[in-house]
T-cell receptor, first 116, second 111 residues
Framework: DAGVIQSPRHEVTEMGQEVTLRCKPI?????LFWYRQTMMRGLELLIY????????DSGMPEDRFSAKMPNASFSTLKIQPSEPRDSAVYFC??????????????FGPGTRLTVL | GENVEQHPSTLSVQEGDSAVIKCTYS??????FPWYKQELGKRPQLIID?????GEKKDQRIAVTLNKTAKHFSLHITETQPEDSAVYFC??????????FGTGTSLTVIP
């Protein structure tokens, strides 16, 4: 398996622009998590899905952030409009709700976002 | 909700010595406790985990212990090597739910 796939790996944009981050979870996994990591705030959970349904989005900073999971193999995190304080590394992780490795989260390589 | 505390925040050891990182959690219903290693510029990677029905688990130089009564768990790295230098995160969760991560320990192994 290729593991969790994220795109793009790097994104540089200007304040006010829309940014869309993409994630493909590990095949067969049915939980997906979006995290943001900065030096100041560490690793923060933004939102997670079980079976494509958002379970907890209390970590989403504000209405500028939205996330979708239209099917089991794809999720997006959108920021509109972007601001410089959104600059961070965004990780996607996936896990399975069943099986011998239940609950173990596997992280993607991350998207490094810079908002100028 | 769950609250996970991790100590120390930084740790320096001589190569070959042991390193111990400790975490406490607050929710007695938590039943899964993974440890992740994150090298600079890389993703967090699982190095070992333990479930609440087990008290100790070992994988070569790495071991984790869990004390459910006291609600704490620890990571032990023996015979440390320079490549062990990284940030280590503990986490606690209930099955099917989110992870609650500790704030991380930056480990430096001095050659």
């Amino acid at each position: 398996d290729a593991g969790v796939i994220q795109s793009p790996r790097h994104e540089v944009t200007e304040m006010g622009q829309e940014v869309t981050l993409r994630c493909k979870p590990i095949s067969g996994h049915n939980s997906l998590f979006w995290y943001r990591q900065t030096m100041m705030r560490g690793l923060e959970l933004l939102i997670y899905f079980n079976n494509n349904v958002p379970i907890d989005d209390s970590g989403m900073p504000e209405d500028r952030f939205s996330a979708k999971m239209p099917n089991a193999s794809f999720s997006t995190l959108k920021i509109q409009p972007s601001e410089p304080r959104d600059s961070a590394v965004y990780f996607c992780a996936s896990s399975s709700l069943t099986g011998p490795r239940i609950d173990t989260q596997y992280f993607g390589p991350g998207t490094r976002l810079t908002v100028l | 909700g769950e609250n996970v505390e991790q100590h120390p925040s930084t740790l320096s050891v001589q190569e070959g010595d042991s390193a111990v990182i400790k975490c406490t959690y607050s929710d007695s219903a938590s039943n899964y406790f993974p440890w992740y290693k994150q090298e600079l510029g890389k993703r967090p990677q699982l190095i070992i985990d333990i479930r609440s029905n087990v008290g100790e688990k070992k994988d070569q130089r790495i071991a984790v212990t869990l004390n459910k009564t006291a609600k704490h768990f620890s990571l032990h790295i023996t015979e440390t090597q320079p490549e062990d230098s990284a940030v280590y995160f503990c986490a606690a969760s209930k099955s099917g739910n989110q992870f609650y991560f500790g704030t991380g320990t930056s480990l430096t192994v001095i050659p």
